[in-house]
């Protein structure tokens, strides 16, 4: 297989230069390690660039330059900050196929998926961070008592590798524009785009020490972010269980801590909807990525007498899923990010064979004529119970999980029956729809295939976390409160 990223290839070599080092108090700086960390595409497994392996010391030179930054940044005028976001916003846009090959290039995202989604989501992000800031009240009166909202203070982002710069946008917009200053641990796993960010934002004259980003594994510098005294506030994207490990990192020094885990979504089917349109919608949202999304609808619950159509439609829709090549236009399915990610959502697959499930679509094969590259074929089980490991753990792959209900009463129970509360749907009669949406726990549920609004808050209940972005709940994660009594 040839992977053709003519632009990903051609800055390659910059990339090279700037990822020699880390982004510190304003300027490309080494690290106190030599040791390096190698990236890897996922389609050809090939060594396609390299990262320091960052060490506490470099965490805390730019948590110290973020401190030394934050007094100046907070108390910079609204028009100022604006107008730096307005410049990202702008050089995001402008080099949004560079970044779209790049992230196809180091997560094997296809590259229409990278152009409309990986690459567009961190521009929509600072557009949105632009508009709030431009009306925001940070001082209010409430009840007789001024209501003043202020930075919160050093912020500490540590991202996925599964979108690795919407990321790093969602933590990095709502905390320059609330005045606050921030440190990035990049994904070790795929972090070329984030340093392609930070260039943008380099280039965009933003104040020394306002931005930094820090290279490394979770272990060292994560875990030095986390429980670093100078850092207000931790805002993390990752697995439930490293979650878990921030929030005690950070305990001991009682700071603000923002979490958004992992999910296993529900997207409820009731009689009335529209069969064709739900189903294929679900397998459609499951597969984004590579499956590889906290938010995708990996449970469609499907009332029982019509399991047999909802499969036969699933089938079609999933065997018409074109997997390879993540440069080929017409690619809509691409490799999952590591050969750790693949065995794992292969051996997720014999368990729900093992279980008893029913295969409809996909298998845990390699997939005919991809010997090289981290493929898994598009996936559905059907008569899944919600018991079964398939049904409750978080797959992070292209595999879908059918189960049947009798009762509406039933299928809330079985949509809210996980440890999880991220994301969800339902289809059916739209009054119907919407109160079902009601009684699902969850941040979001979408209702008969509503469109993304990206001023609506994104979040988990349960173990999904405990945080909000986007929107002005998303802005606001970055402010502290003070009642001012006069």
Not at 258 to 286: F, M, P, Q, R
Not at 333 to 345: I, K, L
Not at 392 to 403: A, D, K, M, N, T
């Amino acid at each position: 297989m040839t992977t053709t990223l003519s632009l990903a290839a051609g800055v390659l070599p910059e990339l090279e230069r700037l990822s020699a080092g880390h982004y510190i108090d304003g300027q490309w700086t080494p690290s106190e390690s030599d040791a390096r960390i190698d990236v890897y595409s996922p389609a050809t497994e090939e060594i396609v660039g390299s990262i320091p392996a960052g060490t506490a010391g470099d965490a805390d030179r730019a948590v110290t330059a973020a401190r030394r930054a934050f007094a100046e940044w907070s108390a910079t005028p609204r028009e100022k900050r604006l107008g730096y976001l307005k410049a990202i916003t702008e050089a995001l846009n402008e080099r949004r196929e560079e970044l779209a090959q790049v992230m196809s290039l180091e997560i094997g995202s296809p590259i229409q998926l990278s152009r409309n989604m990986q690459a567009l989501l961190p521009s929509v992000t600072f557009q949105v961070a632009t508009e709030l800031l431009t009306d925001y009240e940070f001082e209010y009166q409430l009840n007789g008592v001024n209501i003043v909202r202020e930075p919160i203070g050093v912020v500490g982002g540590i991202v996925p590798w599964n979108f690795p710069l919407h990321q790093v946008a969602l933590k990095v917009a709502p905390a320059i524009a609330s005045g606050c200053t921030i440190v990035i641990k990049s994904t070790e796993v795929a972090p070329l785009s984030a340093v392609l960010f930070a260039d943008i934002l380099d280039k965009a004259g933003l104040p020394r020490g306002v931005f930094n980003l820090v290279h490394g594994t979770g272990l060292e510098v994560g875990e030095a972010i986390a429980s670093h005294p100078e850092v207000d506030m931790v805002s993390f994207t990752g697995s439930t269980r490293a979650g878990r490990r921030v929030s005690e990192l950070a305990s001991a020094t009682i700071k603000k801590v923002a979490l958004e885990l992992g999910g296993k979504s529900a997207n409820v089917i009731l009689d009335g909807a529209d069969l064709e349109k739900a189903v294929t919608a679900g397998i459609l949202d499951c597969y984004t990525n590579a499956g590889q999304a906290c938010n995708a609808q990996t449970r469609m619950l499907v009332p029982r007498a019509l399991l047999g159509q909802a499969e036969e439609i699933a089938a079609k829709v999933a065997g018409g899923q074109v997997v390879g090549d993540p440069a080929d236009e017409n690619t809509t399915v691409g490799p999952v990010v590591s050969a750790t990610q693949r065995d794992r959502v292969r051996q997720l697959i014999n368990q729900g064979v093992r279980e008893g499930a029913r295969l409809v679509a996909g298998g845990a094969e390699q997939p005919a004529g991809l010997d090289t590259g981290f493929y898994v074929r598009p996936t559905v089980f059907s008569d899944v119970k919600h018991d079964m490991t398939i049904a409750r753990e978080e797959i992070f792959g292209p595999v879908l999980s059918i189960l049947p209900y009798d009762t509406v009463e039933e299928a809330v129970h079985i949509a809210n029956d996980t440890v999880y509360g991220l994301s969800g749907a339902v289809w059916g009669p739209q009054d119907e729809a919407v109160e079902v949406a009601k009684q699902i726990r969850s941040g979001q549920v979408f209702v008969n295939g509503a469109d993304y609004n990206f001023h609506a808050p994104f979040g988990g209940y349960k173990q999904s976390g405990n945080g909000r972005e986007w929107g002005v709940f998303g802005l606001e994660e970055y402010l502290e409160v003070k009642a001012l009594l006069v």
